[in-house]
């Protein structure tokens, strides 16, 4: 389990990489990929923890009926999502971006916000 946590952990220390490089070369799609990638090892990463936590049995056994599926489905939507926003940014470098942050911001403040938490 810590080997995962250090991979998505790597996932993380790595982004500022590709955030500088879209920053830098903001018209350029291939630094749009490089910036979704990161975003998508980072997920990928976060579900490769969650899957190894439910295999080895470290879910607490008084935790809610439906956390399993809700983290599943919070992962991959979320991933999803950004996958989508990457297809966007293939035709509109601006529009993808936006589209990736708001999902990224949805994610960070959802929980907070009653209308957005059911999403």
């Given amino acids: 389990m810590s080997w995962l946590h250090f991979v998505f952990l790597a996932a993380i220390t790595v982004l500022p990489f590709p955030r500088r490089l879209l920053a830098?070369?903001?018209?350029?799609?291939t630094a749009f990929l490089l910036?979704?990638?990161n975003i998508a090892f980072a997920g990928?990463?976060?579900l490769?923890?969650?899957?190894?936590?439910?295999?080895a049995g470290l879910?607490?056994?008084?935790?809610?009926?439906g956390v399993s599926h809700a983290?599943?489905?919070?992962?991959v939507i979320a991933q999803l999502l950004d996958a989508l926003g990457a297809a966007l940014?293939?035709?509109s470098i601006p529009l993808g971006i936006a589209f990736?942050?708001?999902?990224q911001l949805n994610y960070a403040i959802a929980p907070r916000l009653p209308v957005l938490s059911k999403l």
């Fill in 24 to 29: 830098e070369f903001f018209t350029l799609r």
């Fill in 48 to 55: 490769a923890c969650w899957i190894y936590t439910e295999r």
């Fill in 59 to 65: 879910v607490r056994a008084d935790a809610p009926q």
């Fill in 100 to 103: 990736i942050v708001a999902v």
């Fill in 35 to 37: 910036y979704w990638l």
């Fill in 71 to 75: 983290t599943w489905r919070r992962i």
């Fill in 44 to 46: 990928a990463s976060v």
């Fill in 89 to 91: 940014g293939y035709f």
